[in-house]
Structure formats: structure tokens, C-alpha cells
């Protein structure tokens, strides 16, 4: 059974830092990516910032650029979400997922295969 568990979630004044983690579990695939998404209150999922398994090449959401880092330790099968110079606008219910390689598109919530039942992160100003 595969198992997505996120932590690091909390609360933290505008500009502060958090590292979100993500332990993998059971996995019976080879993910093509993984990526870390994010669902405010009223708002639809959304992508922050995936890395595609194979070639190590990241991609992030233009709200995030250059504030948050996303990487992957394959032998522990963990993911990581470094968000520095948080703001408020970034406070949400964060998810990490997975993709196999079927069709679909890892920036799309709709193209994941697996999920995690999410960590809160709240930014106050």
C-alpha cells in the first residue's frame, strides 16, 4: 500500500522559513515525478514545485521562484519543500504526490497518481 506522509507544516511569521518533508512509502513504481501541491481555503489544488525522477530537473510555480527549493533524497525516498521568505498569500494545506508514467501532466493535480494527506502551513503577517 502506498503511503505519502507529510510533516513540517506550523505557523510562522511573514518572511520566516519552513522545510516541509515527505516520506514515501510502499511505492510499487518508479514515480516519473513528484511534486508538492497546495489548496487554500475556497481556492482549487494547485502546483507548486515537482521534480521529475529521472533527470533530477525541477520546476516551480511563479508565486514560489526563488523562495522555494524542492528536492529528493532517493535512498531514503524522501521529498523535501524548503520555503523560505514565506508571505501570507502562501498559507495552505500542503500535499505531496506522485505520478507514474501513464499520460498526464505533473503540474495538473488531476495527472497524480498517489497523495498525502497534507500538512498545514499558516504565514501571518
Known amino acids: 500500500q502506498v503511503q505519502l506522509q507529510e510533516s513540517g507544516g506550523g505557523s510562522v511569521q511573514a518572511g520566516g522559513s519552513l522545510r516541509l518533508s515527505c516520506a514515501a512509502s510502499g511505492l510499487t513504481y518508479t514515480p516519473y515525478c513528484m511534486g508538492w501541491f497546495r489548496q487554500a481555503p475556497g481556492k482549487e489544488r494547485e502546483g507548486v514545485a515537482r521534480?521529475?525522477?529521472?533527470?533530477?530537473?525541477?520546476f516551480y510555480a511563479a508565486s514560489v521562484k526563488g523562495r522555494f527549493t524542492i528536492s529528493r533524497d532517493n535512498a531514503k525516498n524522501m521529498l523535501y519543500l524548503q520555503m523560505n521568505s514565506l508571505k501570507p498569500e502562501d498559507t495552505a494545506e500542503y500535499y505531496c504526490?506522485?505520478?507514474?508514467?501513464?499520460?498526464?501532466?505533473?503540474?495538473?493535480?488531476?495527472?497524480?497518481?498517489?497523495w498525502g494527506k497534507g500538512t498545514q502551513v499558516t504565514v501571518s503577517s
Open positions: 521534480i521529475y525522477t529521472g533527470t533530477g530537473t525541477t
Open positions: 504526490a506522485t505520478k507514474g508514467w501513464e499520460t498526464g501532466d505533473c503540474s495538473d493535480p488531476a495527472g497524480m497518481r498517489h
